[in-house]
């Protein structure tokens, strides 16, 4: 079977129809300097590299999804909202 890979098109259509030029998981304004392709499921956690696995985000999540689902990162997000804000109403 041929591996699947992201064309222009699929990439234009992500960017612009999709995602209204807005990451994925941020909603920020993605750019051609600050824009990642990601995994929705990481391929480390199985995820396939399918079309329908991909998705735009700003570089600055790049990371934290190449490794995390986007539940997981809301899993974190929340833990750190959390604890940031027990810790300003404590200092």
């Not at 329908?52 to 490794?67: C, P, Q, T, W």
Request: net charge positive.
């Amino acid at each position: 079977m041929k591996q699947w890979v992201m064309s222009t098109q699929d990439f234009r259509t992500l960017l612009e129809t999709e995602q209204d030029f807005r990451c994925a998981l941020t909603g920020f304004e993605l750019t051609p300097e600050t824009v990642t392709i990601a995994h929705r499921t990481p391929l480390k956690k199985g995820g396939k590299h399918i079309r329908s696995n991909v998705y735009l985000v700003h570089e600055s999540v790049a990371k934290l999804v190449r490794d995390h689902s986007a539940d997981e990162v809301l899993a974190i997000c929340r833990a750190v909202i959390s604890y940031t804000a027990k810790e300003n109403m404590n200092g």
